[in-house]
């Protein structure tokens, strides 16, 4: 028997138990008080405390330990384990997971190299792939393949939280602020990095932006697509789904979840995003 199991940054919310995915929650720290992402603290905590103390939260992988006690309980029958992890370019979860791993056996720890539904998908491919029936080893190496070709970013409404976070200087948020640039956000060899910048309110911005991606990156796994946001406006996302139905009508599922507290504290409210596997998949 095979469990699939990952980080809480893969922001697949129901699906999570829909899918019978594992999680294993990251710590976050927000003034001054410990939390569990996605058990005892949410993206809107993050927003109001900003709101109110322009506090953002700090996160944190889960220790060695925490790991080979996690390991433990999902073997205790017999089962092989599949675990994912946020990039190791951003945190030493993978590092401390795969320790861990290599103490308890019989766990198979991926590097996503990407974060939020950019995991999900790599997570539900496994899913797929182990209610077929496959062993963890024949997942594990399918899924190695396609960790390159995960197509993730996101549109950001506002400067201010990159700013806070120190991932863009006071200049950048000037100007951002003063001729409504929006930047979208890539994940590049396992890291953000700042892409194309548009100009103008956030929904014309993510128009523009959803539809260059889909055109650039036009060789999709056709199984499913992320609209993943930090609670961005209906409408946006409405529009954002039309968008792909009508450039992509091949995709078979549009999925909607929110992001959680990892990009919420890296890009605030209304930042939205489309995101899927740039591979076709012939199994």
């Not at 809107?44 to 996160?59: A, R, S, V």
């Not at 539900?124 to 077929?132: F, G, W």
């Not at 039309?242 to 507290?261: M, S, V, W």
């Amino acid at each position: 028997m095979v469990k699939i199991s990952t980080d809480s940054t893969a922001d697949l919310e129901q699906l999570f138990e829909e899918r019978d995915i594992h999680v294993m929650p990251l710590s976050i720290t927000l003034d001054g008080k410990n939390y569990l992402d996605g058990v005892d603290i949410n993206a809107q905590m993050i927003f109001n405390c900003y709101d109110e103390k322009h506090i953002l939260p700090k996160t944190a992988a889960r220790s060695l330990e925490d790991y080979e006690d996690y390991f433990n309980e999902l073997k205790k029958d017999g089962s092989e384990v599949i675990h994912f992890v946020i990039s190791s370019e951003m945190s030493v979860s993978y590092s401390n997971a795969l320790t861990a791993a290599r103490k308890v056996g019989n766990v198979f720890v991926i590097d996503s190299r990407t974060l939020s539904t950019g995991i999900g998908l790599l997570v539900l491919k496994a899913c797929d792939y182990r209610d077929k029936g496959w062993s963890a080893q024949k997942i594990n190496d399918k899924i190695l393949e396609l960790v390159p070709y995960v197509q993730a970013s996101f549109v950001v409404d506002t400067m201010e939280y990159l700013y806070k976070g120190g991932r863009c200087s006071g200049v950048a948020k000037f100007f951002a602020s003063a001729f409504s640039v929006k930047p979208m956000i890539m994940l590049k060899d396992g890291k953000m990095v700042v892409g194309q910048k548009y100009v103008g309110k956030l929904g014309k911005c993510v128009e523009k932006y959803v539809a260059a991606i889909l055109r650039e990156f036009d060789t999709p796994d056709t199984t499913r697509i992320f609209i993943t946001h930090t609670y961005a406006d209906k409408d946006i996302v409405d529009r954002v789904r039309e968008q792909i139905k009508e450039i992509r009508p091949q995709f078979q599922t549009i999925l909607e979840t929110h992001a959680g507290c990892t990009v919420t504290a890296h890009c605030g409210k209304g930042t939205l995003g489309i995101l899927y596997i740039n591979k076709p998949d012939e199994d």
